[in-house]
């Protein structure tokens, strides 16, 4: 059953089984970064890493956008010292390295608008699903600021190339679903209501892996994107695999597969 973590302003964070589901929750703003909002992705998304229960989470917009962004009308509230500026800057950008650096997988649900900061969301997310009304840009060339911003400069050209991640920022320009399936930025785009439905035979096909070997894997592909060479990224993976070997659940694992049934991996991994 369903169950409340917490008690929050901004955000709702759902407990289904081994799954979190988190949904941004400021509809009538379209889900914009407020400070109330930062501060409670960051706290979760900083604390999530510690918790062993919790496998795969689920990144979503309540109402009709995923994340529009900054919220320029709350922005910074008396923020004028160029320090004070720079740490709350730095506040945003967190959000989006904590989502990299804990180990549970992160599935976004786009829909409707994902811009500035909501796309930044998006690209640090490990898969992304698509509504048909999802729109993306980098909202930020757009008001005066630079495109680059939050951690876009670094997803983008690594998951489209280049040439079209220049083309987005440099116009703040949007890509919709079709387009962005076509380039490989979402794996797949469904019909709006269906988003929930399309994520779930990948939630459960990860949560059928190892908890080790998942956790793992995840580390292992962003490490990888950024290793100096084959050899770096080879030896990053001999290191994983020889400690999942060591691991019990390697065995329940063959066990399983051999006897054609589910694997039942109880033992807890850090």
Not at 16 to 41: C, F, H, Q, S, Y
Not at 220 to 231: F, H, Q, T, Y
Not at 248 to 254: A, K, L, S, T, Y
Request: hydrophobic letters at 45%; a negative charge; glycine letters at 8%.
């Amino acid at each position: 059953m369903a169950k409340e973590q917490a008690t929050r302003t901004a955000i709702r964070v759902e407990r289904r089984g081994e799954v979190d589901w988190v949904t941004m929750d400021r509809p009538d703003r379209l889900n914009a970064l407020d400070d109330a909002m930062i501060g409670e992705l960051s706290d979760y998304f900083g604390s999530i890493a510690k918790d062993r229960d919790c496998r795969v989470i689920v990144l979503k917009g309540a109402g009709r956008a995923y994340c529009a962004g900054l919220d320029l009308q709350a922005r910074a509230a008396g923020v004028t010292d160029t320090i004070d500026r720079l740490a709350h800057q730095r506040s945003i950008a967190e959000i989006v390295m904590k989502m990299r650096y804990c180990p549970q997988p992160i599935v976004s649900l786009i829909h409707g608008p994902a811009c500035g900061g909501g796309f930044a969301m998006a690209l640090a997310s490990d898969i992304r699903i698509a509504g048909e009304s999802a729109r993306m840009n980098a909202a930020f060339i757009r008001i005066g600021l630079s495109a680059c911003d939050i951690g876009v400069s670094y997803f983008l050209p690594r998951l489209i190339g280049a040439s079209l991640a220049a083309e987005l920022m440099l116009t703040g320009d949007f890509i919709l679903a079709e387009r962005a399936l076509a380039v490989g930025l979402v794996s797949r785009v469904v019909a709006d209501d269906s988003m929930e439905a399309a994520a779930e035979p990948l939630i459960e096909a990860m949560l059928t892996t190892s908890p080790m070997g998942l956790r793992l894997t995840k580390e292992c592909l962003r490490m990888s994107i950024d290793a100096p060479s084959l050899e770096a990224a080879v030896a990053m993976e001999d290191r994983n695999q020889i400690l999942c070997a060591t691991s019990p659940d390697f065995g329940e694992g063959i066990a399983a597969f051999f006897e054609k049934r589910r694997p039942d991996y109880t033992r807890k991994t850090t």
